[in-house]
């Protein structure tokens, strides 16, 4: 099982600037200067070096994430601006390895962000495709609303695939494609739901858009159980913990350092951070992510590791 982060930017999409990229290639011009870069080889082991700052990016797309099973229909948590690439690469994967045109989504909330990469969905406009929509909000309706004149020139009903959408019941566990899927309302501007899928034996949480507030114990307890022994668990970390009890409380998002206290709480494996703040440029999401690391450490109850990986677009991990 792979998941794949199509898109991992909050709020809205953020794209690199020329001013950007020719900042990292002096650094990669100064960081690599007097090392051996006769080879193929020795180049890419000088890139490997480097900071992943430096040689890569988060990127900029907002929320999409994939779970593949390698097999079947595809399952996609959101509907950001990530989602136009995994459907590029998912009319691949169906014309090269024989899989099934069906897409079961599972939306947080219809904050435009996570809506907005659904027009440029190219797999909605087969009609051979079957598009299983589910969430706790009325997403058709968010959909049409997008999708309406004058705001975009083609219409919902334009899209021929096949559509259903379901909206699905709160903490009672229900079983959708194969897996088990659990679904808890978080708080929210307007509420976003948080998901728990069960499949052969491993567990993955989708838990973004979502502020924990630190005096609601009842809350907190809930949500450690909703997360309990998963193998992976993508947690928004949009904020430091400074920044999400001070001046952006109420914002609906939370930090690296509550994912940490309740991943570790539940016994969680393995904490993805996602939900990008867009105006951090890659230095300032890595040192967050190094700064989480630290964190961890210092908190550890006993020896065994919380691995922490920081989300960029194309991300993929096995499972």
């Not at 019941?169 to 229900?174: F, H, L, R, W």
């Not at 998963?230 to 109420?250: H, N, Q, R």
């Amino acid at each position: 099982m792979k998941i794949r982060f199509w898109g991992t930017r909050g709020s809205l999409p953020t794209a690199m600037t020329a001013d950007t990229l020719k900042s990292k290639m002096l650094q990669v011009m100064e960081q690599t200067n007097g090392k051996d870069l006769s080879t193929p080889e020795a180049r890419e082991a000088a890139l490997d070096a480097l900071p992943f700052s430096v040689k890569g990016t988060y990127g900029g797309a907002s929320s999409c994430v994939e779970i593949d099973r390698g097999e079947g229909g595809f399952i996609v948590c959101d509907m950001g601006s990530g989602l136009r690439e995994f459907g590029l690469d998912a009319m691949r994967r169906i014309a090269t390895e024989d899989r099934q045109t069906a897409y079961s989504f599972f939306i947080s909330h219809v904050h435009w962000d996570h809506i907005c990469g659904f027009p440029f969905f190219i797999p909605a406009f087969n009609p051979a495709s079957e598009l299983r929509v589910h969430g706790g909000h009325d997403v058709e309706a968010a959909l049409l609303r997008q999708q309406d004149v004058p705001s975009f020139p083609v219409p919902l009903h334009f899209m021929q695939s096949k559509k259903e959408f379901t909206q699905t019941p709160m903490d009672t566990p229900i079983s959708i494609d194969d897996y088990t899927v659990t679904v808890r309302k978080q708080h929210h501007h307007g509420d976003s739901f948080g998901y728990r899928f069960e499949i052969d034996g491993k567990v993955i949480v989708y838990t973004t858009d979502a502020e924990h507030k630190l005096e609601d114990e009842e809350q907190l307890d809930a949500h450690v159980e909703f997360m309990r022994d998963a193998d992976l668990v993508v947690f928004d970390t949009m904020y430091s913990m400074a920044d999400a009890i001070s001046i952006k409380e109420d914002w609906g998002h939370s930090s690296n350092i509550v994912a940490v206290d309740l991943c570790h709480r539940a016994d969680v494996k393995h904490l993805v951070m996602f939900h990008h703040e867009p105006v951090y440029d890659d230095a300032m999401i890595l040192k967050n992510h190094e700064e989480t690391i630290r964190y961890e450490e210092l908190l550890r109850p006993g020896s065994i590791a919380l691995q922490i990986t920081c989300a960029y677009d194309g991300l993929e991990i096995d499972l």
